[in-house]
């Protein structure tokens, strides 16, 4: 799909001025610190005050920027839309707003300068904030004088959202004409648009427009309000909209003329516009298009007319062709014509332009000549040539397994010639074994291998003490460790805690409570958190209230005891005596 | 109908749904109670800006039922003669309109009496020095401090040149230089940014005239030029005398009223 290259949806909306002021006063309060006292360093005022100032002066910035940016430039899009937003929305009108805009950034940036400028000498906290409300004040007047110009734009704005997206590179059908004499109905018959057709002059008001597929390419139908025949100053802005089109855009121009005059406008007139819209189709493939054939056709005309007619075909202008959107006949004749009259006009134009250079230079069709006589005609091999292609319904066909099964009376019967088809079945099993090992030596080819039986078993600790404390293991590792100290050096140690608790178990379970390993007693630490405390109900009291207490300032996030904290971030003792070559005599 | 504009597409092709109107008489009837409860739940900024639209809505939607009402009613006017005799106690109502006129011209000539130099601010705040000067200490040792910097705002004419440093006794900051005055004509009720031309005298003390502050009640000339002022005699007036309303301090800008 062919990308548009102007997307004026994305503009954001312009609040009008008094919602502006809102909505930036607003985030000042709401994005800048609210609570100063006069009791404060005055530097501490000062700083909070400019603070406010200078924010509010460049979320003004900000907001307004973004409509300077948002808003395309005229002088920067294609002519079309140009000439477009011209006639819709007059182009000074435009220029003059987003001046304005932009004039009104000026000023504000250069009062929230003065105005900081002016806090500086703030001598006391009603001072600072008598000029803070004076700097928001005048940047709100100055806003209050754009009223017009952000209605203007914002009226701009939903217009401009709302303009079909018309492609100006792409290939283009534009259909254009007197009122009423069959455009839009055209445009139904060859596109989805679903334009208003209604029996009555200008029913169609703006640009509309269609696509369509003709040679697997996209095409774009664009649907033009109807053009009365007078000077270009006259012209009314539905009109200028179909002559902006005209003149910008690299289309096939389909200029309908209705040969039954139910339009209510003379084909002399018809043809007269025809003649005075001339100029603006250049050499753009032009087609005469004669509609409502159903109605009138060429040839029921009088001489004169058909005359004047053939004139216009046989002198180059366009070509002719004739349709009727009611009986269907001639509209995709005539829509095929002009897709290939544009075609050719677009290949043409590519290769007169210089760019078709570069292209050019990159094909390479090579012819290459006949080095001697000798013939070297493509090898195939004889038994390929006797090949025949297998074909399901010929009786000579090769016999297959299928083909026996089905001899032998449907599936499952196989009892005639067992022994083969397990001889079959056999070639096949080893052939798929070959391919399953190869495949899983391609797959393993660099892993560590790992059998299924460890992968399967989990390693964690609970597993561990679990083995640990199953009885027949316990015993066995208790009488190596007994055999071992026995032949060792003895001597009486006090027993680890571990050991105690693990001896008393033993005893209980009625094995030998005297084979234990003895190691040095390790000192443990105990909880502090029961120190002093009765029984468990009274711990639980206590860590409620704790718990309590904890609350408030936990819900504030103060900083308690166990934060981390810098109490003075350079001490003077640490740092004091080292001293530069300044510009103090003394030391 | 332009392309995009569907939505009024189908209501034009199909109408709107039969229940329309009634939904929509309903929700404006809705929508006084729906403001109600916005105006009683909003709290702090937002109520603040609030409060205020709705108060001139207010203000505006009476002022609007007065006008219609004076327009209804029937209106006395003062010239009508009453026809016939009138009784002793309503010979007064009459004499009413009179009277204002009346009493407007022994406003005038007490004016007149008042004096020529009669100025709109007749009283000033008194300003002390300490506020007006900073003192800045100077020398190696920060000891001195015959330096004053004036954080008032000030007018200093065009041919100005600082002293050296070193013998500068009172810094006037570029920041609180002023060249231009907010005059307002009071007869043609109409306000001008007019250049200023020198400061005539600051009621405060004559040092501070001397040193061009412009504190409020300060009479400062103005070039008035640009309003084309004629005198009796047919020259064109270019200076004229004007007096500061406001705290330029405060407000960053002078506001003045022309003496006429």
């Known amino acids: 799909m062919s990308q548009t290259l102007y997307n004026f949806k994305r503009i954001h909306p312009v609040p009008t001025s008094s919602d502006f002021v809102d909505i930036v006063l607003s985030r000042t309060q709401r994005k800048t610190p609210t609570v100063v006292h006069p009791g404060y360093s005055i530097g501490r005022i000062r700083q909070f005050y400019m603070r406010k100032v200078k924010y509010t002066q460049e979320t003004f910035e900000e907001k307004l920027g973004l409509i300077i940016s948002d808003f395309p430039q005229l002088d920067s899009v294609h002519p079309f839309y140009a000439d477009l937003m011209n006639v819709l929305y007059d182009k000074d009108h435009y220029k003059l707003a987003l001046g304005q805009i932009n004039t009104a950034k000026n000023l504000i940036t250069n009062v929230g300068k003065d105005y900081v400028r002016l806090l500086k000498f703030g001598d006391s906290l009603y001072r600072c904030k008598q000029l803070k409300k004076a700097a928001m004040g005048r940047m709100a007047t100055i806003m209050k004088r754009q009223k017009d110009s952000l209605g203007y734009l914002e009226q701009v704005r939903m217009h401009l959202s709302r303009l079909p997206s018309i492609d100006t590179n792409t290939r283009t059908l534009l259909i254009c004409g007197y009122p009423n004499v069959g455009k839009s109905s055209f445009m139904n018959k060859v596109t989805r648009a679903d334009v208003e057709v209604q029996p009555y002059a200008f029913t169609t008001k703006s640009l509309f427009v269609g696509h369509m597929d003709y040679k697997y390419l996209r095409w774009q139908v664009l649907d033009t309000p109807g053009i009365l025949d007078h000077e270009l100053e006259e012209r009314n802005t539905i009109e200028m909209q179909s002559i902006t089109a005209l003149a910008h855009l690299r289309a096939a121009v389909l200029f309908f003329i209705d040969l039954s005059e139910q339009c209510g406008y003379s084909i002399e007139t018809q043809l007269s516009l025809f003649n005075s819209i001339k100029p603006l189709f250049g050499n753009r493939p032009t087609l005469l298009i004669m509609s409502k054939s159903d109605a009138k056709q060429l040839e029921d005309l009088p001489e004169e007319t058909q005359n004047m007619i053939k004139e216009i075909e046989n002198s180059g202008a366009a070509k002719l062709s004739r349709l009727s959107s009611y009986l269907d006949t001639g509209v995709m004749e005539t829509r095929n014509m002009a897709c290939e009259l544009l075609l050719q006009y677009r290949v043409d134009t590519k290769l007169k332009g210089s760019k078709i250079k570069e292209n050019l230079n990159k094909i390479n069709l090579s012819m290459p000549k006949k080095r001697d006589s000798v013939q070297r005609p493509s090898f195939i091999p004889e038994a390929v040539i006797g090949k025949q292609r297998y074909d399901m319904n010929d009786p000579n066909r090769r016999i297959l397994e299928r083909d026996i099964e089905a001899m032998s009376g449907g599936a499952g019967e196989i009892d005639e010639d067992e022994e083969r088809i397990i001889k079959l079945a056999k070639s096949i099993r080893t052939k798929k074994q070959i391919l399953a090992q190869q495949s899983r030596l391609k797959n393993n080819v660099n892993r560590p291998k790992v059998t299924n039986k460890i992968r399967a078993t989990k390693l964690t600790a609970q597993n561990f003490a679990d083995k640990l404390a199953n009885k027949d293991n316990l015993d066995t590792i208790n009488n190596t460790a007994s055999n071992l100290l026995s032949t060792s050096a003895k001597r009486k140690r006090s027993l680890s805690v571990a050991n105690k608790g693990l001896g008393d178990e033993l005893a209980r379970m009625g094995t030998n409570s005297g084979a234990q390993f003895e190691q040095r007693a390790v000192s443990v630490s105990r909880s502090r958190v029961d120190a002093g405390l009765k029984n468990s109900s009274m711990l639980d009291t206590v860590m409620k209230k704790h718990a309590k207490v904890q609350r408030k300032s936990n819900l504030l996030a103060k900083r308690g005891e166990s934060d981390r904290q810098i109490l003075t971030k350079m001490p003077k003792h640490l740092f004091s005596g080292k001293r530069g070559n300044g510009s103090n005599d003394y030391r | ?260």
């Not at chain 2, 015959?146 to 050296?164: L, N, Q, S």
């Not at chain 2, 500068?168 to 031309?197: G, S, W």
């Open chain 2, 1 to 260: 109908m332009p392309q995009n504009e569907y939505i009024e597409k189908s209501i034009k092709q199909h109408g709107r749904r039969l229940d329309h109107d009634e939904r929509k008489r309903k929700r404006e009837a809705r929508q006084v109670h729906k403001d109600s409860q916005f105006a009683q739940k909003i709290h702090g900024l937002k109520a603040k800006i609030h409060n205020k639209k709705r108060h001139s809505e207010k203000i505006q939607m009476k002022k609007t039922i007065k006008m219609h009402e004076e327009k209804n009613a029937n209106q006395k006017t003062g010239d009508a003669v009453p026809e016939g005799a009138v009784p002793a106690y309503l010979l007064d109502r009459e004499g009413q309109q009179r009277a204002k006129i009346l009493s407007n011209m022994i406003k005038q000539k007490r004016k007149e009496k008042a004096g020529k130099w009669d100025v709109p601010l007749p009283k000033v705040r008194g300003i002390a020095e300490d506020e007006t000067f900073r003192v800045i200490k100077t020398g190696k040792r920060k000891s001195k401090s015959w330096k004053r910097m004036v954080t008032k705002a000030t007018f200093i004419g065009e041919g100005f040149t600082r002293k050296p440093p070193k013998y500068e006794r009172f810094i006037r900051p570029m920041a609180l230089r002023y060249k231009k005055a907010n005059v307002t004509h009071p007869e043609l009720k109409a306000t001008f940014q007019l250049p200023i031309i020198s400061v005539k005298k600051n009621p405060q003390s004559p040092m501070y005239t001397q040193l061009g502050v412009l504190t409020k009640g300060t009479i400062i000339e103005v070039n008035v030029s640009e309003l084309g002022l004629v005198t009796t005699g047919g020259k064109v007036v270019w200076g004229k005398y004007a007096q500061i309303t406001n705290n330029p301090e405060n407000d960053g800008c002078i506001n003045a009223v022309l003496l006429v």
